[in-house]
């Protein structure tokens, strides 16, 4: 583990010294102060979230995952850089939280133990990196116009108009200017190229650090060695410029960060009821002590106490195990959880954190690969270095014996060369376009799913709830139905989300005398509701259920009062009105079509306007949808999903890229990459087209980053630009690859106006 610190001596804290009083985390075995950082806790296995604001390196990261190393309590952590958080999962039989926070610090992460919470503390840390810059700045502006003044000075006055302890003074106050400059303003450069040497790879500060190093040590052996003025004038103002192009970028990336995207879009609502009303909110809107009504497959949004006598609980966003848990009354649920079966109630314990709801929902990123665009732009990059470099050298060497000259060709080539703008192309448009699809309703998991919709070919749709709208005309067929009969089979299809239980429902609320003991998802649900026993769904559903008894297969959804066979719902089911031209727009654009679905051909008829025959596929179960997703990749093609997300989600997980279409807000899937409104479906053909316009955009910023390099460069090797100049090129050739780059997404978002 030492060892570690050899390769990168700016990991960590050091903890040579005083021993540190660690008594502050005493409080933590306190089960009411501990408990502000559970995320999770069932049975041995708890999670906890803590902020640690030391964590700022590649290195933090390496070492902070391998706490399973020095606790055998502890069963995996993960670190989130971005957030400055850590999630740590452990066995509270053989550890505890007090015992993780103790390890954090000797290791020289303190974690923040405050009560205002995680947003507050990693907002202060944004404005604290901020200041620097700012601070930064300021001292290299400050020395940049005194010592172009001193120069200025020295020029007018010749060699031999200026007070011999003049020029001195002069001298002296120069260097003195200079040496904050490169120590202080500098260090960013400095301390990423000295890392990143140490690790022995060569990034992107490697180049500039060099140019930055060259011309303060010349500068400063010439004028020692009195062999010349040296050109800390230059200097500085070279490396208040390079300050101004940072400033400029890390604004940028924050008015595109994901993490911001998603806290100020992110689509989840919620049920709550407020003296005995039911309404529909969004989740920022709960606090401690509102009464939410959460049904099959919505996921909880914040903390809670179970009110409801029974519930099942799915924690598979929380720790990937996908068992439902059984709840009683008072139980404490934990926000992530996804609901089972029956709708429960819930009081709230905790105000929702969307930023953990947001994390939840990337964990399962890494189907989605990061782009191979992002990664040819990274190895461009450093091949783009190495280059910059044997140029410069080359220069220099061809401009010997003018040492002076030599000097002024290699550090300008490094500095105009800098690939920095080059990698600023994809992820600017990109998160720039992420913003803007947000706006619009559509909020996509990572930058990497835009161009992964490019990729498509093939379009696979789900039918109810996505290609038809979630409520239907429902007409009963059968035995007739008392007015508590009815009331009972609305009640207990009420706590389903399925779009056909809700059409039976109706307008009614999830009612508290319905007792639903489970719902068996893409088949049909169960309870009891009025002191009768109910069972809808499926032919087969109702036949396995009631046992030996026969029904008739026949178009419609089956109901059974009582272990009776009762007769049937017969949805009418109306085509979105947009569906017709969005197909026959994909298929204008060469993208292949098909329907998948779980339900009967009873809507043959209504769809064969929009699909040929043999691109319709009926009575599809959950894995014969995956089958069907995964024959079309074998043959070739990338395949889109569009579905619910409801009866979806393993075709979804097939699926090369995959959209939720959805109605309500409350249901995210964490299978798909991106969640769209029904209402937004008509624009999935826009999508897709723009998601090349996209790759259009940063193409045209790579080669106007290329050719700009190339004049640039070539300026520089005629030794006709000096540092100073260049310095002020680079940050100007950022502006420019940013602003094409946030103009053009923009500019080509306005079709989803």
């Known amino acids: 583990m030492c060892d570690y610190y050899v390769f990168d001596g700016a990991a960590g804290v050091s903890q040579r ?42 290195s933090c990261v390496w070492l902070l995952e391998q706490l399973h190393r020095f606790d055998p309590g502890i069963r995996s952590s993960r670190v989130d850089l971005m957030r400055k958080t850590i999630e740590v999962e452990f066995d509270n039989t053989r550890t505890g939280l007090k015992s993780i926070a103790n390890i954090l610090s000797s290791l020289g992460y303190e974690p923040l133990l405050t009560s205002e919470g995680t947003e507050h503390d990693q907002d202060a840390e944004r404005r604290e990196a901020t200041r620097k810059i ?129 806290r100020s879009f992110f689509p989840l609502s919620v049920r709550r009821e407020h003296r005995g009303s039911e309404s529909v909110v969004p989740i920022d809107v709960i606090r401690t002590g509102d009464l939410m009504i959460v049904r099959n497959g919505e996921v909880i949004p914040a903390d809670s106490i179970l009110m409801s006598a029974t519930g099942y609980v799915d924690y598979s966003f929380v720790t990937g195990e996908s068992v439902p848990i059984e709840c009683t009354s008072g139980t ?169 239980s809700q059409s039976i429902a109706g307008n009614m609320t999830p009612s508290s005398t319905a007792n639903v003991m489970v719902e068996d998802v893409g088949r049909g649900v169960r309870g009891r509701s009025n002191g009768h026993e109910i069972v809808i769904g499926s032919t087969a559903y109702i036949s396995e259920i009631l046992g030996d008894i026969s029904i008739a297969d026949d178009v419609g959804t089956a109901v059974a009062i009582d272990g009776v066979f009762m007769g049937r719902f017969v ?53 014969e949808k995956v089958a069907a997703v995964e024959e079309l990749r074998k043959n070739g093609a990338i395949v889109l999903m569009v579905g619910d997300g409801l009866n979806d989600v393993s075709a979804m997980a097939a699926a090369d890229v995959s959209i939720a279409v959805t109605d309500e807000t409350s249901t995210l899937a964490p299978a798909s990459d991106l969640v769209m409104p029904a209402a937004r479906l008509a624009d999935l053909p826009g999508l897709l087209m723009y998601t090349h316009e996209l790759t259009r955009v940063i193409s045209a910023a790579l080669w106007f980053t290329m050719a700009y390099n190339v004049v640039g460069i070539s300026l520089a090797l005629a030794g006709i630009l000096t540092p100073v100049i260049t310095a002020i090129m680079m940050p100007v050739s950022s502006l420019l690859v940013v602003g094409m780059s946030v103009a053009g997404a923009r500019l080509f978002a306005r079709r989803f106006a």
């Open 134 to 262: 700012y601070l930064r700045l300021g001292v290299a502006g400050f020395a940049a116009g005194n010592v172009m003044m001193i120069s200025i000075a020295r020029y007018v006055a010749g060699e031999s108009g200026m007070d011999l302890t003049l020029l001195r003074l002069f001298t002296v106050l120069s260097i003195a200017l200079s040496i904050p400059v490169y120590f202080f303003s500098a260090s960013p450069w400095l301390l990423s190229a000295m890392a990143s040497l140490r690790r022995r790879v060569v990034n992107l500060d490697v180049p500039v650090a060099l140019g930055i190093t060259t011309l303060f040590v010349r500068s400063i052996f010439d004028i020692v060695s009195g062999g010349g003025e040296g050109f800390l004038d230059s200097f500085a103002g070279l490396v208040f410029f390079l300050l101004i192009g940072r400033l400029f970028q890390q604004k940028a990336f924050d008015a595109v960060s994901f993490d911001r995207t998603v």
């Open 571 to 623: 949805m009418r089911s109306h085509v979105r009105e947009d569906v017709p031209d969005m197909v026959q727009d994909l298929r204008a654009s060469s993208i292949h079509t098909r329907l998948v679905t779980g339900d009967t051909d009873r809507d043959a008829v209504v769809l064969q306007e929009v699909f040929a025959r043999d691109e319709m596929q009926f009575r599809a179960s959950p894995s």
């Open 17 to 58: 010294g005083p021993a540190r009083d660690r008594s502050v985390y005493d409080v933590l075995d306190d089960a009411a102060t501990s408990a502000r950082f559970v995320d999770y806790a069932q049975g041995p296995i708890t999670r906890v979230r803590l902020v640690l604001p030391g964590m700022h390196c590649a």
């Open 332 to 500: 404490m649920i934990y926000a992530g959880g996804k609901v089972v079966g029956t709708a429960v109630r819930l009081t709230a314990t905790r105000p929702v954190s969307q930023s953990y709801l947001a994390s939840l929902w990337e964990r399962t990123a890494s189907r989605t690969p990061r782009s191979s665009y992002v990664k040819l732009s990274d190895r461009f990059g450093l091949w783009f270095t190495a280059g910059t470099m044997a140029i410069a050298v080359t220069g220099a060497v061809i401009w010997l014996p003018n040492v002076a000259l030599a000097v002024n060709v290699f550090t300008a080539v490094l500095i105009i060369a800098c690939p920095c703008a080059l990698t600023l192309a994809a992820p600017i448009t990109l998160g720039t376009a992420m913003g803007v699809l947000g706006r619009y309703g559509m909020y996509i998991k990572n930058i990497g799913v835009l161009l992964e919709l490019k990729n498509a070919n093939t379009v696979v749709f789900d039918k109810t709830g996505t290609l038809t709208s979630a409520k239907h005309d429902v007409v009963y067929h059968g035995s007739p139905l008392t007015p508590e009969k009815q009331e009972a089979i609305e009640a207990v299809a009420s706590h389903s989300a399925h779009p056909v």
